[in-house]
């Protein structure tokens, strides 16, 4: 092989590589381009799924608003009793502190 042949070689592997790299090189801009993309409908797709669950949970909690202050009321007033009978105080006291009805003094 001569020089110049040689050169010829090295001079098409160079200018053969340089035009993979830069198709390379647009293929993987593209696929970035496409990935930010999806990144953002999917972020759109979850800020709005979040939106929604908001307003679902909401509405729940404004429909239920009473049964759901009772709820906590009652279950309150039942772990106080229930550390003030662990603290030796009779049924009666804790009845009369913290005017239970019948029905939550026996549970």
Do not use: C, H
């Amino acid at each position: 092989m001569t020089f110049e042949q040689y050169a010829e070689t090295l001079q098409k592997t160079m200018a053969d590589a340089i035009a993979q790299a830069e198709k390379l090189a647009k293929v993987t801009a593209k696929n970035r381009l496409a990935a930010i993309n999806d990144t953002n409908r999917a972020n759109d797709l979850v800020r709005d799924w979040e939106f929604m669950a908001q307003k679902k949970a909401a509405a729940f909690v404004e429909k239920n608003r009473k049964k759901i202050r009772l709820e906590i009321q009652n279950d309150l007033l039942r772990l106080v009793a229930l550390q003030l009978k662990n603290s030796g105080q009779s049924p009666e006291e804790i009845a009369g502190w913290l005017d239970f009805s019948p029905e939550i003094k026996s549970t």
